[in-house]
T-cell receptor, first 115, second 112 residues
Framework: DAGVIQSPRHEVTEMGQEVTLRCKPI?????LFWYRQTMMRGLELLIY????????DSGMPEDRFSAKMPNASFSTLKIQPSEPRDSAVYFC?????????????FGAGTRLSVL | GESVGLHLPTLSVQEGDNSIINCAYS??????FIWYKQESGKGPQFIID?????DKRQGQRVTVLLNKTVKHLSLQIAATQPGDSAVYFC???????????FGKGTMLLVSP
C-alpha cells in the first residue's frame, strides 16, 4: 500500500496568491482529515470528511480556507488569498471507519511558506 | 512582541536505556488512545493503541500503560535506539465521530 500521498511536499508562495494542497487517501479508507501543524499551536484538526461528505469544518480558521473531496480518492485544501500566518505544515490523514478503532494514517505533509 | 512557541517537553536518554514518555488526557469519557511517533520532516506514524478496558498493552519494544483513575497514559520504550529519536504524541478519541484529539507532544532525544 502506498500510504496517504500528499502533494506538493513544499510550497513557497507570495502573500495573496492561491494555494492548493492535494491528498490521496489510502484506498478503501472512507474518512479523510486535514490538519495543520505549527510550533505555536501544535497539531490542529481543520476539517474531516466521511464518505466524501464534510462532517465538521469548525477547525477551518477563516473563509479563506476551503476543502473539497470530489471522490473517494482525492481531496484538496485551498487557501485563497494566502497570508504569511498560514505558513505551516499541512497534513492529510485517512482511516477506515471501524467505529471503536480510529487509527489515522498520515501523509508526509506539505510544508507551506507564504512570504 | 516576541512570539512564544510551543515548548515541547524533552526527554534525553542514552542508547540502550529504557524511556518513559508520559501523557495526561482530559476527557474521562475517552475510551480509546493511540501513541504516534513523528520523525523530523515526516508525518505522525502509528505506534500502538489501547482501549479503556485495558490497563496495559505490549508491542515490539513498546508498552503502553493506561491509568484511568488519574487520566494518565505512558509509553515505555525498551532499549532505546538512536532511531527512536522523534516527537511522540498521545491521542484520544475526540468529540467527533472518528476524530482524534492530540496532545502537545514530547521530544525524545537518544544519544549514542
Amino acid at each position: 500500500d502506498a500510504g496517504v500521498i500528499q502533494s506538493p511536499r513544499h510550497e513557497v508562495t507570495e502573500m495573496g496568491q492561491e494555494v492548493t494542497l492535494r491528498c490521496k487517501p489510502i484506498s478503501g479508507h472512507n474518512s479523510l482529515f486535514w490538519y495543520r501543524q505549527t510550533m505555536m499551536r501544535g497539531l490542529e484538526l481543520l476539517i474531516y470528511f466521511n464518505n466524501n461528505v464534510p462532517i465538521d469544518d469548525s477547525g477551518m480558521p477563516e473563509d479563506r480556507f476551503s476543502a473539497k473531496m470530489p471522490n473517494a480518492s482525492f481531496s484538496t485544501l485551498k487557501i485563497q488569498p494566502s497570508e504569511p500566518r498560514d505558513s505551516a505544515v499541512y497534513f492529510c490523514a485517512s482511516n477506515r471507519d471501524r467505529g471503536a478503532k480510529n487509527i489515522q494514517y498520515f501523509g508526509a505533509g506539505t510544508r507551506l511558506s507564504v512570504l | 512582541g516576541e512570539s512564544v512557541g510551543l515548548h515541547l517537553p524533552t526527554l534525553s536518554v542514552q542508547e540502550g536505556d529504557n524511556s518513559i514518555i508520559n501523557c495526561a488526557y482530559s476527557n474521562s469519557a475517552s475510551d480509546y488512545f493511540i501513541w504516534y511517533k513523528q520523525e523530523s520532516g515526516k508525518g505522525p506514524q502509528f505506534i500502538i493503541d489501547i482501549r479503556s478496558n485495558m490497563d496495559k498493552r505490549q508491542g515490539q519494544r513498546v508498552t503502553v500503560l493506561l491509568n484511568k483513575t488519574v487520566k494518565h497514559l505512558s509509553l515505555q520504550i525498551a532499549a532505546t535506539q538512536p532511531g527512536d529519536s522523534a516527537v511522540y504524541f498521545c491521542a484520544e478519541n475526540g468529540s467527533g465521530y472518528s476524530t482524534l484529539t492530540f496532545g502537545k507532544g514530547t521530544m525524545l532525544l537518544v544519544s549514542p
